[in-house]
């Protein structure tokens, strides 16, 4: 396949503008024509929705969850990067730009990070006028901070719930369009297959989670929002109904999956306690700013503190491992996200991890304390000592935190073009879902930049190009042969769940992936354990539909069967991930292969042979998928090596 | 440690429910009250009985999904903290826990723990928002919002809407919930043009959702997971009745 | 008119009919308390009586104690309406409930309290209102000017220790009625202030729900004492 990534001629500030105009426009009088469907109702699609209704459109949005407000966006904390310089610290356009490419390990398009960054202003000032109570100075300004490294104060926040108010504010977007009868809201309902006809999107086939109830959704384009897919580890920081269903059933019927193998591991999450573990708690990574991150020197002193025999206080300095200052002296604590995860695990594979498991090491705020006093950092990281003492049950004023990397955020995703359409014509990817912007590492607030860049001001100019050009009359009936097929389908799959009677619940199943793709696929990978993790999949496709255990009806509220259908992708996209991260023979951001390493173990990225977005095509079932690549061409940045030393 | 539990089984709306008792002996301490429902419903499933369904998402207690009462509290009995924050170190080997929904008439049973909150959704239909299209915002600095004032408007928005307030009234009233959203956006300037109208539309239909009245028992704000103060009911109180007098709907 | 009656049969406008007439009620009790002080004086009823007379007859007075009876009928019938609204609210109660860890039992009980409050009120006005009015009171003369010796009924009524009791223990109820609905009132009106809130609930604390209590409970007490020459 060809892929066209439609990237605008000219120079790369000019481009989005130039975009802009060439594009053609929907007659007002005519936008009420069209329905446009949105899946996912997260920062991306309900930003998407609401802005999309407002021009006129009609527009389903649809979300598993009982609400729209509580799609995942909500738990991001930290807080949204936006190029306004209004610290005067020399902050542009340009700076996040080239900062948020170069934190992709510049394997991320140029024109659309530019985009991105351009945008980024707007999206302050339109969350502002919603309503959004970003923090602000006592002067009545906005305040920022630095975040993630940054050399500059660009990132807004709202306490530590920046996401939660900024979805808020996309859902009262949102909800006002439903109030003003444009859009239709369908909760509980979730996306079980794309139809495709005529080459081109044209519905999507859903399950009401209440009922039980298969039906057909027609529209003219078809947006997907639905976030990431960090829970094929089974354990990560997402929600627990995250998933990648609606994306990979999109995929099968002929989206190209790029970059699947990007992941972000996020350093500075709680430590698993037991088998039972759920799911994995993030800190804001603001904690590295104070706290000094260790473990013991000695593999003996660690057991010991994991048999619970000496306290970590017990140990003298010089029986300590500060090893992100010992390794990276200028960076010291405040490494990249991926830097500073992979030498945690290190440590912990040496045997010197801490806690129960010994796969944890310590995060500890003894010397700020002395140092700044205890009413300083309660007041900098208060909320969050109080979050991490209600898990673990331990007072981190006392005896320092344990951290562990945790899956945090999926940069891989479908592939779009620079107006955010996928392969299949009329059907769209924003926000998380799709893999564009950056590249093999996100940095930190740009996750909640993307989504809401992507829903309040890109979709609604790029859509209505395709949209004008289609034509209000270009749309089939949901009882045409391509809708009732892909509802046979659909309801063949639940009936085909339902019966196998297997002996095994579908978390565990889950689990067994999740293990798989940790060990081999996480936060270091190797050719070989790459290939053994092919083949455990291959053989857990096999076990899982052989011996799932989904009790109960299709016809009802069912939650083990939601979840099969969901870890049933998730398996087909953990051999894909494997997959794409073979094929990348090289480290990169959060791709960290063994063999390509610099002497003294950092990432070795091969700009030569690898600065291409590898997306995936599906060839059918049990079959390899097909490579296609996009080569990125770098015009405005020079490709250099990352180094925190 | 070992735990009884007596959950509310109900497979759907239309049908009775009830109690049923389980036992569980392995459980660990470190667990998350929801983690402790997973064992259960892992055993259930592998002895071939219907798993409990609850509503749970993020688990970390900012989506606002799990609601379950536990031991006649909602969220159980840590206040400030949502049912997936709850551990159970908070209880002791042997205890006997009751578990039941939220019960309210405007959170009807779906299944099991689960209930419906769209209530909730219709309530900020009706007017929790500021009426500003994408792309017709000014520059964010222009309207200057001082930090005490964003740091009040932040108190009511922290809302997660679990629908807790309504489980702890007394009269399974909504009035935190709704209040949070009136005051935040009457605090706000960007919220002052449309504050009468908003008042009287989502009190309206809040009351058509079926909630109570409010008997300022306080309990919402004690059980709230975000400790919503109820210094925002009274706004909304002030801010209805001054809609109520200056507003020129005459019509209600 | 639309908009008033939809107001005032809104949650919230129900809320404030029952905090204008409840706030309007409180007030009373203080007029109420402090005429009621002259049973205290020791003259032998005079000062009581005087006052009775004054209260019977003063036009303005007259006017305001019709809109006293009012607000009673009101506020009750208005609980009661907002009672079964709220109970209606959760049709499925809770199978175990612990609302002590979240809530004062006064504000959670204000419908049973304003129940007793209101036969109590019954009887107050059976024993004393109904009969100084169509009862057979008997007359003193003070100053050559007759008067109803309502001092007299009192004293009768609260000669039965039973009487008493009954009082002192509806006192008892008034005083959790208003450590509750003094505040609560001011929140139904929106009145809530980081300065003056704190006033506010000191006043219902323990002005409206201790000393007046108190002063009306100290009266059956006093007459049933000085009736038995026990002071």
Redesign the interface.
Known sequence: MKLESKIPAGPLAEKWARHKFSLKLVNPANKRKYEIIVVGTGLAGASAAASLAELGYNVKAFCFQDSPRRAHSIAAQGGINAAKNYQNDGDSVFRLFYDTIKGGDYRAREANVHRLAEVSVNIIDQCVAQGVPFAREYGGTLANRSFGGAQVSRTFYARGQTGQQLLLGAYSALSRQVANGKVKLYPRTEMLDLVVEGGKARGIITRNLITGKIESHSAHAVLLCTGGYGNVFYLSTNAMGSNVTAAWRAHKKGALFGNPCFTQIHPTCIPVSGHYQSKLTLMSESLRNDGRVWAPKSKEDAVRIQKGEIKPTDLAEDARDYFLERRYPAFGNLVPRDVASRNAKYVCDEGRGVSKTGLAVYLDFADAIKRDGRKTIEAKYGNLFEMYEKITGENPYELPMMIYPAVHYTMGGLWVDYNLMTTIPGLYALGEANFSDHGANRLGASALMQGLADGYFVIPYTVGDYLATIGPADKIPVDSPAFKEAEQKVHAQVNQLLSIKGERPVDDLHKELGHIMWEYCGMSRTAEGLKLAKQKIQALKKEFWTNVKVLGDSEEMNQALEQAARVADFIELGELMVDDALNREESCGGHFREEHQTPDGEALRDDENFAYVAAWEYQGENQPELLNKEILEFENVKLTQRSYK | MKINL?V?RQ??NNTAGK?VDYQLDNV?????F???F??L??SL??K????V?F???????????CSM?I???AHG??TG?TTC?L?M?SFNDGDTI?V?PW????FPV??DL?V???A??RI???G??????????????E?????T???E??DA??C??CGACVA?C????AMLFVSAKVS??AI?P??HSEHKERAERM??Q??AE??????????CS??CPKSIS??H??????????A?LSSE???? | MAWVTQTLSSSLGRKVIMSLTGLFLSTFLIVHMAGNLQLFKGDGGRAFNEYTYFMTHNPVIMTVSYLLYTSILVHALMAFVLTRHNQASRPVKYAYSKPEANSDWSSRNMGILGTILLLFIIIHMRTFWYEMHFGSVPMAEYDGKQYKNLYAVVQVAFGEWWYVLLYVVCMGALGYHLAHGFQSGFQSLGVRHKKYTPLIEALGKYFFAIIIPLAFAAMPIYVFLQVHHII
């Open positions: 007596k509310w497979k759907n109690l660990s301490e470190d667990m998350s929801l983690e402790m997973d064992v419903n892992d499933t592998r071939g009985e219907d798993p369904t509503d749970h998402d993020c688990r970390e207690g900012i989506c606002g999904m009462y031991n006649g509290r009995p840590q903290a924050q551990h170190r009751v039941e019960r309210a008439r405007a779906i299944k689960m419906d909150r769209s909730f959704d900020i239909q009706s929790g928002y500021v009426s500003v299209n994408t792309g017709s915002a000014r520059d964010a600095n309207i200057l919002i001082p930090r004032v964003a740091d408007a932040m928005a922290a997660i809407g702890a007394k009269n399974a009233s935040q956006l706000l960007q919220g009190v309206a809040m009351d079926g909630f109570g009245a409010c008997s300022f028992t306080g309990a004690v059980e109820l210094d009911i009274a706004r909304m109180n002030r801010e209805y009745l001054g109520k709907n005459v019509q209600g």
